[in-house]
């Protein structure tokens, strides 16, 4: 592990291990000390690390050919394409590398909406506390000032408005006029694993249907698996016009897309939008093998159990059931705030051999993968326990 700088752009905080290999829900570092995963590459690699499938199909595609061109036609992007459709009942599909990418080309999508109502300056309604990327479209209508502070000049064309209040989208007034969408993470992940309560998105359903607004669903973070379900809208019986994904898609190959339906399907033409590398068909073989194992495996149905398994290890195992304020989300996706200081949890963790996470300052984010034993799981949530404990112990005693 380097010491000195490297000749890496500082952009990350980096913690001190280096992993070299993984099986499953375990990674070990270069002196073969084994971590159990309980960020899954942040909520990347839901299906566990070498799983058989994607490793096979990964290795066979790249054996044959890994990058054409979007010049021509690409037969497994097409399969992937189906087997979205398939999964979500959206029509047609754009594929490109990233999360980021996939809000950008949703972006573009509302836009040209605009443009064909003869909106000059269309906008798109985003929430507080989202997160969509770090390109300069997707930072514009991130929801976080300590993200975008510093880039400046951003993208014009975003409200910005709290989250679970249908009322601050009334209060705009005479904004609405130029409103063509809504953009939304069903559960905000970086936000500190937030849902959004049900009723507001039926209420934000109703609304975009109302005023011809595209529904824009954000399930970089809640979909391919993680929360249950291949797509967490299918839970919550909200269909989005508009729905983009990444990160789980190809459980550590870099894939994203911005699938549509209705209107918003037939936006885009030839010369409209592209991608060097999206949806290469190296890249969709694993997403071929994500998308069938998550179709035929039971695999999907462990995000309640191993979530209980964990939770309740979690509650066994805390000194005092009021170190924890609460905890959120669905499936696989788990928020646990704690009453403790959050600042030494991840530190903790990794040396206890936990790898865990802090999402919006005050909340543990648990994202273990999918194939995560139920042992591993009672051993995470009782290790998190103990983690609280200990801070708590240490936090009185000062
Ligand atoms: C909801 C959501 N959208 C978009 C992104 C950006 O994805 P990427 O880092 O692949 O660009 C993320 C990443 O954390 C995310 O959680």
New binding site residues.
């Given amino acids: 592990m380097p010491n000195a700088p490297t000749a890496i752009m500082p952009t990350y905080g980096r913690l001190p291990v280096t992993f070299a290999r993984g099986e499953g829900a375990i990674l070990y570092d270069t002196a073969d000390r084994a971590y159990l995963d309980g960020l899954s590459g942040?909520?990347v690699t839901n299906l566990g690390h070498n799983h058989p499938r994607v490793t096979a199909a990964v290795t066979e595609q790249a054996a044959r050919l890994v990058h054409t061109s979007n010049l021509f036609h690409i037969g497994l992007q097409e399969e992937a394409a189906d087997l979205l459709r398939q999964a979500t009942g959206m029509e047609n599909m754009f594929f490109c590398?990233?999360?980021?990418?996939?809000?950008e080309a949703a972006i573009k999508l509302a836009r040209r909406l605009g443009h064909h109502r003869q909106i000059a300056r269309p906008h798109i309604i985003v929430l507080d506390g989202?997160?969509?990327?770090?390109?300069i479209g997707?930072l514009s209508a991130t929801g976080n000032p300590k993200i975008r502070e510093g880039f400046g000049p951003l993208l014009d064309g975003f409200l910005h408005v709290p989250a679970n209040e249908l009322s601050a989208i009334h209060a705009l007034g005479d904004a609405l006029a130029d409103v063509v969408a809504v953009l939304v993470?069903p559960i905000?992940?970086?936000g500190g694993v937030r849902p959004l309560d049900h009723h507001y998105l039926q209420g934000l359903r109703d609304l975009c249907q109302q005023n011809q607004w595209l529904l824009m669903f954000?399930?970089?973070?809640?979909g391919n698996g993680r929360c249950g379900s291949t797509y967490v809208c299918e839970q919550l019986e909200i269909k989005p016009d508009v729905m983009?994904t990444?990160?789980g898609l190809g459980n550590g190959l870099?894939i994203?897309v911005c699938m549509a339906r209705g209107e918003a399907a037939q936006l885009l033409g030839p010369g409209d939008h592209g991608s060097t590398y999206g949806g290469n068909p190296l890249c969709c073989a694993a997403a071929i093998a994500v998308l069938t194992t998550l179709r035929d495996d039971t695999v999907m149905q462990r995000a309640r159990s191993v979530r209980e398994v964990l939770l309740t290890a979690l509650h066994e195992a805390i000194t005092d059931s009021d170190l924890i304020a609460e905890v959120r989300g669905r499936g696989l996706m788990i928020g646990i705030q704690p009453r403790v200081a959050t600042k030494e949890i991840v530190q903790r963790g990794l040396e206890s051999g936990l790898l865990i996470n802090v999402a919006g300052g005050d909340t543990i984010r648990v994202l273990p993968p999918l194939v995560m034993t139920d042992e591993q799981a009672g051993e995470l949530g009782a290790g998190i326990a103990n983690i609280i404990n200990d801070i708590a112990e240490q936090e009185n005693a000062l």
Avoid: M, Y
């Fill in positions: 942040i909520a590398n990233s999360g980021a990418e996939a809000n989202a997160f969509h990327g770090r390109t997707a993470e905000q992940g970086e954000d399930e970089v973070q809640t983009l990444a990160k870099p994203g």
